[in-house]
């Protein structure tokens, strides 16, 4: 059974730091991108990271850009990311997800991402 799992949310004053993981049960990560996406209460899912499977390139959203880095570790099947200086505004549930096909990664095509996990809540707020 295909599974991922996030961890790592939590609540966070601004400027302060997580760092959330999504580890993969049932399958290799080898074979797939990896994206982050983040849903604000009344607003759409949008794609906030994403790293490739095929020579980990990273793209990142222009809100996230310069303070969040994704990273993957394929040996223990988790996929990480770092978030630094958070705003109020990165408040949301996350979630990551798998694609087989890299060309889905840069444009966060959610369509395209079959497998997603539950999701975990960052909150920054003071």
């Known amino acids: 059974q295909v599974q991922l799992v996030e961890s790592g949310g939590g609540s966070v004053q601004p400027g302060g730091s997580l760092r959330l993981s999504c580890e993969a049960f049932?399958?290799?990560?080898?074979?797939?991108?990896i994206a982050w996406f983040r849903q604000a209460p009344g607003k759409e899912r949008e794609g906030v990271s994403c790293i490739t499977t095929s020579d980990g390139s990273t793209y990142y959203a222009d809100s996230v850009k310069g303070r969040f880095t994704i990273s993957r570790d394929n040996a223990l099947k988790t996929v990480y990311l770092q978030m630094n200086s958070l705003k109020p505004e990165d408040t949301a549930v996350y979630y990551c997800a798998a694609t087989g096909d890299d060309d889905y990664c840069s444009d966060f095509v959610i369509d395209e991402y079959n497998d997603w996990g539950q999701g975990t809540q960052v909150t920054v707020s003071s």
């Open positions: 049932g399958f290799t990560l080898d074979y797939y991108s």
